[in-house]
């Protein structure tokens, strides 16, 4: 890729990446491996693992990531003119 300024009425505009590569304070070149860290989902911690400061966990809602997920029910009567939330997708006895 080719390097060149973006000058428009002697200001810089677009992308830093144009003209300063990513660099610390003191013109050091940066680890983003080291910046850039994913956490682990806090609901396949164990509880020895678990601190005050891990992110509140999912109890009732499940594994958002599933590909099972019911999409169809029963359409609830007496719900007026509500258009959302009128499908019943538990377990109809």
């Avoid at 956490?39 to 599933?66: E, F, H, I, W, Y």
Wanted: avoid cysteine; charge should be positive.
């Amino acid at each position: 890729m080719a390097k060149f300024s973006q000058k428009v009425m002697g200001k810089e505009i677009g992308d830093a990446k144009v003209y300063a590569e990513p660099h610390t304070m003191q013109g050091g070149p940066v680890n983003l491996k080291a910046v850039i860290s994913k956490k682990p989902d806090p609901n396949t911690l164990a509880s020895k693992d678990v601190t005050r400061s891990t992110p509140a966990m999912r109890v009732s809602v499940g594994d958002p990531g599933r590909n099972d997920v019911k999409t169809s029910g029963m359409r609830v009567r007496g719900t007026g003119a509500a258009i959302k939330g009128t499908m019943s997708r538990g377990p109809m006895a």
